[in-house]
DNA sequence: TGACATAGTGTCTTAAAGACATTATGTTTG
DNA sequence: CAAACATAATGTCTTTAAGACACTATGTCA
């Protein structure tokens, strides 16, 4: 067993699930995929490593997405590695899947090898016709969302600069697809000390209502109890 | 930017963090690498995906584990992976690191390369020289398997097929580096329904003590709540 | 100006963990 | 053989943070 072994390589990829809500419906960032295989089919933005270009896989995922978008995600954290000899008619593959968010905003449907970007429902999966086992792992990712949603303000993330309780109380409403009473919200918001209070407020209907914005040392909190579910 | 790209690829390895418990210290497997590059020093069990044995990256961790140690992990899972141009001084490389449980049990000791396998205190890491960034990785592995402890009862896998809660208790204690209220974690036992009353009782010292096992079907429950830290 | 809408607060209830005394049942020892 | 001791297991009160929901605050609009 000692010495040298040929050994034949993986194909090994990087793609991503970057989400947005938007109009109380939950996204998924989608490109037109211009080549073969699944050529015509929609897929995960991503592609494979550059070890010129990119220090590690995240800048890959940022690479990837920024090309096919335009933008960069508020958040990006990895998902998990799916492998399988059959899951790529090119051969054995290795995929790392990342999971993102991002505040909505229109694709800037940049050019790369005429793939097209499209923002999906992810109510409206089923209807399209989706490379590899993309559909799995955008399930898989949105399971994760749902799941930090429920012991995280990690929702913040898919929200302009400046929000309020209530657009955050209905994104996280979005994710885990149930209600939110707002006090436990605001009792989330306080204890985090995550949050400065802006000294602007909007119109929505009613009273005015207080902006936020992340503090710029921020980082993420995880609270001991997750919400009910 | 259409058509076919001349892209360098990465080294793709698979490795293991094998965690055990035994005289209330938390212990990793480490090898002494045969081969270079790091020959001599210490590192975690692994190596390349081999496409034609395994069917998924799985299969590569638990492949690399039996090799080293004649034994397979009572739980595995993916840990995460980490990348980049310097990790390797073979060139950029990308690793897919798992984290792993298993009752402790002394190591066969199976030669394959000559590579020596060994339990090694976390504690004791800092004095051994370790290969590329295996320390960091194996830190990382901890704190994931602590979080993961506050909020589940994965150290049963520490255990022996059957066990007594204050055999769990002291395992737990160990991984989170405080103590337990022997109350919390029967109340955990009782709601989780993962456990089946065994008919035997075993001597500790004291009062015989009730012997549990996992049930076969049972899956890891996760609590709505962590425990405090 | 009053109805309405949305923002934000007060406070009681509930669920599950922490603390710790008490009971149960074995072994060891004088 | 009984008392001391050790560990197992339970009872129960406290604590903490979320859920429920009524109530107050403050804007817009008819």
Not at 22 to 28: A, F, G, N
Not at 70 to 87: A, H, W
Not at 108 to 136: G, N, Y
Request: charged letters at 25%; one cysteine or more.
């Amino acid at each position: 067993m000692a010495g040298q072994e040929i050994i034949k390589k993986p194909l090994f990829t990087v793609d991503s699930v970057l989400f947005t809500v938007h109009e109380d419906t939950l996204k998924v960032l989608m490109v037109k995929r211009a080549q073969q295989p699944f050529q015509g089919a929609w897929g995960l933005p991503g592609g494979f490593i550059d070890i010129d270009l990119d220090q590690n896989t995240d800048m890959t995922a940022r690479r990837k997405l920024a090309d096919k978008t335009g933008f960069t995600p508020n958040y990006l954290e990895q998902l998990q590695v799916i492998s399988g000899p059959d899951r790529d008619p090119r051969g054995f593959s290795v995929t790392l899947a990342y999971f993102a968010l991002v505040a909505h905003q229109s694709v800037a449907s940049h050019i790369d090898s005429v793939e097209m970007a499209c923002w999906i429902p992810v109510s409206k999966l089923k209807e399209l016709t989706t490379a590899f086992d993309h559909r799995q792992i955008i399930e898989l990712s949105r399971q994760r969302l749902k799941q930090k949603t429920l012991y995280s303000l990690l929702p913040v993330f898919c929200l302009p600069q400046k929000f309020t309780i209530g657009q955050l109380m209905a994104v996280i409403e979005t994710i885990i697809e149930k209600p939110l009473q707002r006090k436990s919200l605001m009792r989330r918001i306080e204890a985090s000390e995550m949050f400065e209070i802006s000294n602007e407020k909007i119109s929505s209907g009613g009273r005015l209502a207080q902006l936020y914005s992340l503090k710029l040392d921020a980082n993420i909190v995880n609270f001991e109890r997750n919400l009910s579910i």
